[in-house]
């Protein structure tokens, strides 16, 4: 059983930068592979960066390559997403995801799921 709770959303302006973080309980931790994904409004839930738990090899969505940074920290049980360059299309609510899985693309290869954190870009 893995519980996730993550933080650091809020209101930035288009440009700006926010770290995610995302605090796992669980002792197999870093057996999990990572990922965030992320629901605008009125949208389906879309994949933005995971990362790997055994090498810790990154995957990052197409829409944020080269402003979002994915990393982990197994010691403490935290992952982050670092998101440089905000654009107004970033907003949404982000999620914190744990997979056993490879397709970290995939939504339905996650286990658990953290509540989500509202991020809003204004422009």
């Known amino acids: 059983q893995v519980q996730l709770v993550e933080s650091g959303g809020g209101l930035v302006q288009a440009g700006g930068s926010l770290r995610l973080s995302c605090a796992a309980s669980?002792?197999?931790?870093?057996?999990?592979?990572m990922g965030w994904f992320r629901q605008a409004p009125g949208k389906e839930r879309d994949f933005v960066a995971a990362?790997?738990?055994?090498?810790?090899?990154?995957f990052i969505g197409e829409s944020v390559k080269g402003r979002f940074t994915i990393s982990r920290h197994n010691p403490s049980s935290m992952v982050y997403l670092q998101m440089n360059n905000l654009k107004p299309e970033d907003t949404a609510v982000y999620y914190c995801?744990?997979?056993?899985?490879?397709?970290?693309?995939?939504?339905?290869?996650?286990?658990?799921w953290g509540q989500g954190t509202q991020v809003t870009v204004s422009s």
């Open positions: 669980g002792r197999t931790f870093s057996t999990y592979s």
């Open positions: 995801a744990a997979s056993r899985g490879s397709n970290f693309r995939g939504e339905m290869e996650y286990d658990y």
């Open positions: 990362i790997r738990w055994f090498d810790g090899l990154p």
